[in-house]
């Protein structure tokens, strides 16, 4: 038999469910992530020292920016994962962009919302 070039129904839906998964996952982290920033904004009221208020409003400042940076990148990760939801509905999910095979089923369980095979991503270093 031929090399295999699509996940059965059952492996699709298999992988469905881990995507929602770490969907709800991600998506509870994210909230957490902007009430955080939230508490952030509300405690910068109060102390009124010159000093000590200038260092406390830059560590706040550096604080905002990473949280800043990691509800960014938790969107983005949910943006991939919903994308990969579409890829198993439309028949194109486990499918390299680059080699058009099969993308190895450890690497989707670590990865599900990778397109790119691990040769496809190793030859692009």
């Not at 989707?108 to 496809?120: C, D, G, Q, R």
């Amino acid at each position: 038999m031929g090399e295999k070039t699509r996940y059965s129904e059952e492996e699709l839906k298999e992988f469905e469910e881990l995507i929602l998964e770490k969907i709800e996952k991600a998506k509870k982290e994210l909230n957490f992530i902007k009430s955080s920033l939230n508490k952030t904004s509300e405690t910068g009221i109060g102390n009124t020292f010159g000093t000590v208020k200038t260092l406390e409003d830059g560590a706040e400042t550096a604080e905002k920016e990473s949280l800043n940076q990691l509800a960014a990148r938790q969107q983005k990760f949910l943006n991939n994962l919903e994308k990969a939801l579409i890829r198993i509905k439309n028949g194109t999910y486990g499918i390299c962009i680059d080699t058009g095979k099969l993308i190895q089923k450890d690497r989707l369980k670590a990865v599900p919302h990778t397109m790119h095979s691990i040769e496809a991503k190793l030859s692009k270093r």
